[in-house]
């Protein structure tokens, strides 16, 4: 930023130093230099005017916003050193006429260089939407790990391992975070940027367009952002064909373009004519070719299009001179051409020589041009005309005639006098500059060329020597005179007498209008503005009647201000208690000068002064415009500031986001701000506060969107630790949602459109309206959510029953389901049903299911007609082995292999399972598992060297546990055998028992009652026993330290292995069989010594186990599927905050992508099989359905929600702001 302050200094002075001008480089100027500056020259440093030219002035526009060239003169005129005309400012341009100045002020402490202090001392602010998302991310982040840390905890307690906890920690707190977050931020803020930079805004800070949306309050300068910061002709006056004095459009936005004058009036002509030869501007038409350096000429002419969509005509012909005389060749150039066929404005001047002029002064107040009706005045025989310029009261006392519409004189009379000053005050009161024009015909016999024309002053005359209107100033100076009193200026100095030449009349011809219109798009948009709750406050460096005038055109002011109303009260001579008394008191409008308020202004009178609705702040400078956006921020409010000069970059700094100028805007402005208007209009910062909306709006419908899934992710852990069910969602599809199929759905809310009533919602309360609030996580959590969960959780049954898992297996049994399911063999209770074997034929021996266990044959329960499963249950693991692991010599095929090592992992016993038949409990794989698309023929006679040992080593490799630890996840599982606790107790369990550690929780009760008080004495299960039966009673709270392994093993001696008496578990079903090349119901088996023959395998019934596992599996794939078909309905309700999907429309063709994306990805990573690693599983079609009616419930439940929100909150205008509101409803 200092680097653009530094390229505001010239390369070179002009400097006398010692009596000798020289050149000097502008770094090395000085205190008490005397600097030389001419027409064009850059102010080298802050200086005090000690002499200066006539027409000296200075363009203080980056300064104070002033369009108009500022005279200098020699005298103090103010006390503000602003305000003053003997001082011109670092960085300045003089734009005419010449002066010395005294260097009073370099470097730091010139006016710019305080500037330039405050705007690097200016601390930038934390953007709304930075301080939104740091709120978001707090809020999610401690859900997420107290959650995450909470079923970590409760994992451990319920005897998982450790890394097995850790990954459902991370599961639970991957499910609480959108990932989706960054990339929708991103992708709005960027999107947003792209659609500025088509309406004619450049987004520097990104953030900083979301900040535009929340904006409550816009300090706008009014030079070139509320105006064109172009001087236009708006209006004219001539006397019209019944020679009466009237105003006449001229085609400007002022007028709307519309156009009344007469171009073939002689009285037009004449004015025209005046204007353009009193005048010293000239165009600048060339501009030079890149490539072949030569000058083309440009068009004179373009239309432009502005960033509101709006076109605007723009001269692009360059004016050289005075704002003011530029406006008149501008009208000029186009008015030649068309009444009298005059191409261009240095044509008639060429026909026209001058021959005398009196340059414009600020204290006169008008100027003089002499020309003859020729190229040559030297040879020119006709009369010279002279033409003056200046204030319309300065002309209209030097005027004695006026010129009729057919170019003819006539005299002014009383009424036309009248007129004239009527047409000044009512165009003046419009915020226009008025300037009145005169003529004179001079006999060529009398002003010649030989005349020797002179302003007075060589004469030592007050007037100059040729006819100037100045016979009332004569006759005051006569009688004064004539009184013998001296007649002297307002400054108390001695007039010269006026030279007697100076008397005649002149021709008044009439007035030209000018001013800096309003842009077409600013009405519009600062009623949009305060529609939507923001106020629009003028900030600007102009005169307050200039800002008042504009700010009234645009719409900042609407009502009177309390002077206004005083006067009106004063006109209708009202006091209080009148009928039509108003009391000032109540204005809502306000006008305050700069001079008003002060740096250290109490906040109890800023408070009353920003109270109003309507404010407009005059003649400040950059200091007091920083003093009001920190005052504006005080009250809450989000303050965007306009600006395009250098003064106005401290304030850009400090206010939430800084707008600047692209046009007019300066370097430093422009590195100052957060975003550019390309295009220097109002309207476009409107656009922006849409956008603005619109960011937040998207952001809050992605978190939303995304947020609604939490539920649904969240709850499958909770009915697993709670209400003890399988798992119904893995960590792994969680993923899969939220890095999957929720993803490019919550990114394409940022391409959603704008609601229609955006602009109608008050600006956004940041201590309120926050990125996520209360009611946003009421409806994502307890509404949506829990449906969507719902939705997933009936899905998950629908699919376990299909596969012959109703319910009632599932929760409110003897409980254990979810601890052990897919890991243990599970045991039911039937209530009729038979026994079939894989192809469904049913059981030769009639087995009854309600008092006998299935054989290997017949190893499937059917329900039949009437069978029903009444209550499920594992058997306890009743031997808990030592905390060490296995041996290096582990193999477990192997029973001689195995000892009391089992890294403290509880076990069951073929006594438990003893204990749950003496309860009519048998093993249970349901025929419904048969018919399923994942059943295999093979799981009854499973090979267990193929596929149990290779399955563990998956699983440890998967977990980073790859070696010895492969063993521990086979003792989480289905044994590979049977323990016999019977057999390592030498057949007594009397007083061996200890506290089972899994009987305490709650969760296993129903397994700690299975296997209470079952006597082995009283059984003849132990009766094949070697010696005696086994004696004891089993109890649930009590485990065992030792146990035999059985596998059916036996060694080439004809011993089990193991221990002999593992021989008397050959026949149970729950142990190992043995077949000769290969596996299989059908096999020829292997006794005794045959087993440890080559040849032969271990085969196991698995079916009971891998049903259960394929169908939680499947299960998980339709609860996975469930939440991607409701969140169909989550998309569209998340569309929009308030209207009806059929208000808001499908238009968003992102977003019907992400409809297709995330069915087209889930039915792909359903049915393609390398990603079924996943967890996802080739769901049969039907169970695509159970999500459909949930979904189609979502959406219908969240329509009538917005319906009832529409119909009970009405819209309501306020009358004194122009703002929308609406009465809270339901």
């Given at each position: 930023m200092m680097n653009e302050f530094k390229a505001m200094r010239p390369p070179k002075v002009k400097v006398i130093r010692e009596g000798s001008k020289m050149l000097i480089d502008s770094s090395v100027v000085t205190m008490g230099d005397l600097v030389v500056l001419e027409q064009g020259d850059l102010v080298p440093a802050d200086l005090r005017v000690v002499d200066c030219s006539p027409n000296m002035c200075v363009d203080n526009s980056s300064l104070t916003g002033e369009s108009e060239p500022q005279k200098r003169k020699c005298e103090c005129t103010h006390d503000d050193v602003l305000e003053t005309a003997n001082l011109c400012f670092f960085g300045t341009q003089v734009p005419e006429g010449s002066c010395k100045g005294i260097v009073i002020k370099i470097g730091d402490d010139t006016v710019i260089g305080r500037i330039a202090s405050l705007a690097l001392s200016t601390d930038t602010e934390q953007t709304p939407i930075n301080r939104e998302i740091e709120h978001f991310i707090h809020i999610i982040s401690a859900i997420a790990i107290v959650l995450g840390i909470s079923f970590f905890a409760a994992s451990l307690a319920r005897g998982q391992d450790a890394i097995v906890s850790l990954v459902f920690m991370i599961g639970i707190?991957?499910?609480?975070?959108?990932?989706?977050?960054?990339?929708?931020?991103?992708?709005?803020?960027?999107?947003?940027?792209?659609?500025?930079?088509?309406?004619?805004?450049?987004?520097?800070?990104?953030?900083?367009?979301?900040?535009?949306?929340s904006t409550s309050c816009i300090c706008s300068d009014k030079t070139g952002t509320l105006t064109q910061n172009i001087m236009t002709v708006a209006q004219l006056v001539y006397a019209d064909s019944d020679d009466q004095l009237k105003i006449q459009d001229a085609a400007s936005s002022f007028t709307k373009g519309i156009r009344t004058y007469d171009s073939t009036s002689q009285a037009f002509h004449q004015l025209l004519v005046c204007s353009t030869l009193c005048n010293t501007c000239y165009f600048e038409k060339h501009y030079e070719d890149e490539v072949s350096k030569k000058k083309v000429l440009l068009p004179f002419k373009k239309v432009r299009q502005q960033g509101d969509g709006t076109s605007i005509e723009e001269i692009v012909w360059n004016p050289v001179g005075n704002a003011s005389e530029g406006a008149m060749i501008k009208f000029a150039h186009p008015a030649l051409n068309e009444s009298l066929d005059i191409k261009d404005i240095e044509d008639l001047r060429k026909m026209n020589a001058k021959v005398f002029d009196i340059p414009f002064n600020s204290k006169k107040k008008y100027q003089v041009h002499i020309h003859c009706k020729s190229a040559d005045p030297e040879t020119d025989k006709n009369d010279r005309v002279l033409y003056m310029k200046g204030a319309p009261e300065r002309i209209f006392v030097r005027c004695s005639d006026y010129c009729a519409s057919d170019g003819s004189i006539l005299p002014i009379t009383e009424n036309i006098r009248k007129s004239m000053d009527m047409l000044q005050d009512k165009m003046g009161s419009n915020g226009l500059r008025v300037l009145g024009f005169a003529m004179k015909s001079l006999p060529v016999a009398d002003f010649g060329?030989?005349?020797?024309?002179?302003?007075?002053?060589?004469?030592?005359?007050?007037?100059?020597?040729?006819?100037?209107?100045?016979?009332?100033?004569?006759?005051?100076?006569?009688?004064?005179?004539?009184?013998?009193?001296?007649?002297?200026?307002?400054?108390?100095?001695?007039?010269?007498?006026?030279?007697?030449?100076?008397?005649?009349?002149?021709?008044?011809?009439?007035?030209?209008?000018?001013?800096?219109?309003?842009?077409?798009?600013?009405?519009?948009?600062?009623?949009?503005?305060?529609?939507?709750?923001?106020?629009?406050?003028?900030?600007?460096?102009?005169?307050?009647?200039?800002?008042?005038?504009?700010?009234?055109?645009?719409?900042?002011?609407?009502?009177?201000?309390?002077?206004d109303i005083i006067k009106i009260n004063e006109e209708n001579r009202s006091s209080p208690g009148d009928a039509d008394y108003q009391d000032p008191e109540s204005a809502q409008a306000i006008v305050v000068p700069g001079w008003e308020f002060s740096d250290d202004m109490g906040n109890d009178k800023w408070n009353s002064i920003l109270e109003h609705p309507q404010i407009v702040f005059a003649r400040t400078s950059p200091q007091q415009k920083l003093i009001i956006v920190g005052n504006c921020q005080r009250l809450g409010h989000i303050v965007a500031v306009t600006g395009d000069g250098v003064n106005d970059s401290p304030a850009l700094k400090k206010a939430d986001i800084g707008i600047a100028m692209g046009i007019a805007g300066t370097p430093v402005t422009k590195n100052a701000a957060d975003m550019i208007l390309l295009d220097d209009n109002f309207a476009s910062i409107v656009a922006g506060v849409e956008e603005g909306r619109l960011i937040f709006d998207n952001l809050k419908k992605s978190i939303c969107y995304t947020l609604t899934s939490n539920i649904p992710e969240i709850s499958p852990f909770l009915c697993w630790i709670t209400m003890d069910t399988p798992m119904p969602l893995s960590t792994v599809l969680i993923l899969a949602i939220d890095l999957g199929t929720d993803m490019v759905p919550a990114i394409s809310m940022a391409y959603e459109d704008a609601e229609a009533d955006i602009m109608k919602r008050p600006p956004r309360n940041a201590k309120v309206d926050r990125l996520v609030t209360r009611k946003l996580i009421f409806l994502a959590?307890?509404?949506?959510?829990?449906?969507?969960?719902?939705?997933?959780?009936?899905?998950?049954?629908?699919?376990?029953?299909?596969?012959?898992?109703?319910?009632?297996?599932?929760?409110?049994?003897?409980?254990?389901?979810?601890?052990?399911?897919?890991?243990?063999?599970?045991?039911?209770?039937?209530?009729?049903?038979?026994?079939?074997?894989?192809?469904?034929?049913?059981?030769?021996?009639?087995?009854?299911?309600?008092?006998?266990?299935?054989?290997?044959?017949?190893?499937?329960?059917?329900?039949?007609?009437?069978?029903?499963?009444?209550?499920?249950?594992?058997?306890?693991?009743?031997?808990?082995?030592?905390?060490?692991?296995?041996?290096?010599?582990?193999?477990?095929?192997?029973?001689?292999?195995?000892?009391?090592?089992?890294?403290?992992?509880?076990?069951?016993?073929?006594?438990?399972?003893?204990?749950?038949?003496?309860?009519?409990?048998?093993?249970?794989?349901?025929?419904?598992?048969?018919?399923?698309?994942?059943?295999?023929?093979?799981?009854?006679?499973?090979?267990?060297?193929?596929?149990?040992?290779?399955?563990?080593g998956e699983k440890a490799g998967t977990l980073g546990r790859k070696g010895k630890a492969d063993a521990q996840f086979i003792f989480m599982a289905q044994p590979a055998g049977v323990y016999s606790v019977c057999i390592a107790n030498a057949y007594d369990l009397t007083g061996r028992k200890r506290p089972h550690k899994i009987g305490a929780y709650s969760s296993l009760r129903g397994i700690v009652k299975g296997a209470s008080n079952f006597n082995l004495a009283d059984s003849n299960r132990t009766a094949n026993f070697p010696g005696s039966a086994c004696v004891g009673v089993l109890n649930g709270k009590r485990s065992y330290n030792h146990a035999q392994f059985c596998n059916g093993g036996y060694d080439a001696n004809g011993t089990a292995k193991g221990e002999p008496a593992c021989a008397a578990l050959d026949d149970s079903t729950a142990n190992v069989f043995y077949c000769k090349d290969g596996c299989g119901l059908d096999c020829l088996q292997a006794f005794g010594k045959d087993r440890s023959a080559d040849n032969i395998e271990q085969c196991q019934n698995v079916a009971s186990r891998l049903i259960q596992t394929n169908a939680n599996q499947h299960a998980q794939a339709a609860y996975w599927v469930s939440i991607v078909v409701v969140q169909w309905a989550d998309l569209l309700i998340c569309k929009t905050r308030w209207l009806s999907i059929r208000q808001q429309g499908l238009r968003n063709s992102v977003l019907n992508f992400g409809l297709f994306f995330e069915t087209l990805l889930a039915a792909w990573l359903c049915y393609f099989t390398p990603f079924q690693v996943l967890g996802t599983r080739a769901l049969r079609f039907t169970h695509w359905m159970p999500g459909i009616p949930w979904s189609m419930m979502i959406f219908i439940y969240d329509e009538t929600r917005k319906y009832v929100m529409r119909a009970t909150s009405p819209e309501v205008v306020n009358r004194a702001t122009g703002q929308v509101a609406r009465i809270p409803g339901w």
């Open positions: 707190i991957v499910a609480n975070v959108p990932e989706g977050l960054l990339a929708t931020v991103t992708v709005c803020l960027t999107l947003t940027a792209k659609r500025m930079y088509t309406k004619k805004v450049m987004v520097k800070n990104l953030e900083g367009v979301e900040t535009l949306g060329a030989g005349y020797a024309w002179s302003d007075g002053r060589e004469e030592g005359m007050s007037t100059p020597n040729f006819p100037l209107g100045e016979f009332s100033f004569i006759e005051k100076f006569n009688a004064a005179a004539s009184r013998n009193e001296p007649l002297k200026d307002d400054k108390g100095v001695l007039l010269q007498p006026p030279h007697p030449a100076s008397a005649p009349g002149l021709v008044f011809l009439g007035m030209m209008a000018l001013v800096d219109p309003p842009r077409e798009a600013v009405p519009g948009a600062v009623s949009k503005c305060k529609t939507a709750g923001i106020k629009v406050i003028m900030v600007t460096g102009d005169h307050p009647g200039t800002a008042k005038a504009i700010a009234y055109k645009v719409g900042i002011l609407w009502g009177p201000t309390k002077e959590y307890l509404q949506i959510g829990v449906m969507q969960a719902m939705a997933g959780f009936y899905a998950w049954m629908v699919v376990l029953n299909d596969y012959g898992f109703p319910p009632t297996v599932l929760m409110g049994n003897p409980s254990g389901t979810g601890m052990f399911f897919g890991d243990q063999t599970m045991y039911c209770k039937f209530r009729g049903g038979q026994y079939v074997d894989f192809d469904g034929r049913i059981d030769v021996e009639s087995r009854d299911p309600e008092k006998q266990p299935p054989s290997r044959r017949y190893p499937l329960w059917d329900r039949g007609d009437n069978g029903y499963v009444e209550k499920c249950t594992y058997p306890q693991k009743i031997f808990r082995g030592r905390k060490a692991q296995p041996r290096a010599s582990f193999n477990f095929r192997d029973a001689d292999t195995y000892d009391q090592r089992t890294f403290s992992l509880a076990q069951p016993t073929i006594e438990s399972i003893w204990a749950l038949e003496d309860k009519n409990f048998f093993e249970y794989a349901p025929w419904r598992g048969r018919m399923s698309p994942f059943w295999n023929n093979k799981w009854v006679a499973w090979n267990l060297e193929r596929s149990e040992e290779r399955l563990a």
